[in-house]
């Protein structure tokens, strides 16, 4: 189906641009999503206070992966080699990502849009591995992803709430088994717990203060075609380790996230 324009990166985080004033600055991620754009050159060693799960760094180039797994360690000494291009060759700037709780210490990449890398915090992902399994959760990155849903049970995570448009993404063969779990609610005109999609049948995403009357607007956290369906169903929430997960599925799936309330 027809995609809309997805080719904005941030759309409803707030941008906060980290200078290359080679001074060592604090960045304050205020209430609601931020993403940091670190500009290119020396930044200095800068301090990040009251990192969230819906905060992102969106870097000038990729950060050195040493295994290729998509997630970024950060060094024993508890900060991020933002300008890492090799084990050896560190860069010259660091960052500490400081949140309410305890020290941010590992990133997971989203992949690249106009020139910029974005990386969040993998805990969001990697809280939905427990119940449902590594290889069953499938995120995509900002750009435009085709996904196979079939062979049995599984899950795509849209972390809508990094307030990102995460893209135009096709998705087949969604069945009564699968799962779509964002962190913000898709709004719901009738509010019935039925999203119906456009009239271009793609489910137009809220972004990072969903639901709200203007999301269906061009869609700020992205798109999504299904091919299988015209509509999702929303089965409800839950929270897990600080982040809250809201789940959609067809109309016949029996999926309970809250078996034990």
Excluded: C
Aim: net charge negative; charged share 15%; proline share 2%.
């Amino acid at each position: 189906m027809a995609f809309g324009d997805n080719s904005v990166l941030i759309s409803t985080a707030t941008r906060q641009d980290v200078v290359a004033n080679g001074t060592s600055d604090t960045y304050q991620a205020a209430d609601g999503a931020n993403a940091f754009v670190i500009a290119n050159g020396n930044v200095g060693d800068d301090l990040f206070l009251g990192w969230g799960a819906n905060d992102s760094i969106i870097n000038n180039r990729q950060i050195f992966d040493g295994n290729g797994d998509g997630f970024i360690q950060f060094g024993a000494n508890g900060v991020l080699d933002i300008d890492r291009t090799s084990r050896r060759n560190a860069g010259q700037d660091q960052l500490q990502l400081a949140g309410d709780n305890a020290n941010i210490t590992e990133l997971r990449y989203l992949g690249s849009k106009n020139g910029g890398f974005v990386y969040a915090d993998s805990a969001t992902l990697k809280n939905l591995w427990e119940p449902f399994g590594r290889t069953n959760v499938i995120e995509g990155t900002v750009g435009d992803n085709t996904f196979d849903m079939s062979g049995g049970a599984k899950v795509l995570f849209h972390d809508n709430a990094l307030g990102l448009n995460l893209g135009g993404d096709t998705i087949n063969n969604f069945g009564d088994d699968d799962l779509l779990v964002t962190t913000s609610m898709i709004f719901d005109s009738d509010s019935n717990q039925t999203v119906t999609f456009g009239q271009n049948d793609v489910l137009d995403i809220s972004g990072s203060n969903g639901p709200s009357a203007s999301d269906p607007q061009g869609g700020p956290g992205g798109q999504l075609d299904f091919t299988s369906q015209t509509s999702v169903t929303y089965l409800g929430s839950n929270e897990i380790n600080g982040v809250t997960y809201y789940y959609y599925g067809t109309a016949n799936s029996t999926f309970d996230p809250t078996p034990g309330a």
